[in-house]
């Protein structure tokens, strides 16, 4: 699976968008874009994943560039409860029940 | 709530003890995993099983034993642990398929364990 880069931190003011941003230079054809969060010291949860086109849904959108090198999550309307630290993580979708490999994610602070 | 439930929640222990960890999914999920948590590290995935059966076990050393006797419950069984074994210990769950949305983890909310 290919290695992904995120900036360690990132500050958001409370009711901006918060866009993070995530490169995986090495992503294969056939890798997925994965987006979760983790709220201190719970578990990680799910927010979004994309192959080539830009996603939406209730909690985010994901913008993946053409060649599909980066992507950015972005939070449209942050609160304090957004708090997190994000994962970007790239897998292939397979039939095999793969393993996400977790780097050490944007801690994101959003302050009121 | 996730639809993985994991219990208990926080777990104190000495070092000659055994426990167990169990983690039980209501997603209708064929493939469960156990990470590992510790203070300021990334997780890490340590066991991985698909269809019951298991696939990867990424150098865990033997004192942490799991056990998936269906596909809705998987257990983590403890014994002779060191206090580095101290942790968030996470279970999540998973479909078996191509494509990305059925690869989507859900998690439990973890295991506290701390060895004395």
């Known amino acids: 699976d290919a290695k992904t880069t995120q900036p360690p931190s990132m500050d958001c003011a409370e009711g901006r968008a918060a866009n993070l941003p995530c490169n995986h230079s090495t992503i294969s054809g056939n890798e997925y874009v994965y987006w979760y969060r983790q709220i201190h010291s719970q578990g990680p949860q799910y927010i979004i994943h994309g192959l080539k086109n830009n996603e939406t849904n209730e909690m985010a959108s994901l913008i993946i560039t053409e060649d599909r090198k980066s992507s950015t999550l972005i939070l449209p309307h942050a609160t304090l409860r957004d708090t997190a630290v994000y994962y970007c993580i790239v897998r292939v979708a397979n039939n095999q029940g793969g393993k996400l490999i977790f780097g050490q994610g944007t801690e994101l602070s959003v302050k009121p | 709530e996730t639809g993985v439930t994991q219990t208990p929640r926080h777990l104190v222990m000495g070092m000659t003890n055994k426990k167990s960890l169990k983690c039980e999914q209501h997603l209708g999920h064929n493939a469960m995993y156990w990470y590992k948590q510790s203070a300021k590290k990334p997780l890490e995935l340590m066991f991985v099983?698909?269809?019951?059966?298991?696939?990867e076990n990424n150098s865990v050393p033997s004192r942490f034993s799991p056990e998936c006797p269906n596909s809705s419950h998987l257990f983590l069984h403890l014994h002779t642990l060191q206090p580095e074994d101290s942790a968030l210990y996470l279970c999540?769950?998973?479909?078996?398929?191509?494509?990305?949305?059925?690869?989507?983890?859900?998690f439990g909310a973890g295991t506290r364990l701390s060895v004395l």
């Open positions: 999540a769950s998973s479909s078996l398929g191509t494509g990305g949305t059925k690869n989507i983890q859900y």
């Open positions: 099983y698909s269809l019951e059966e298991r696939v």
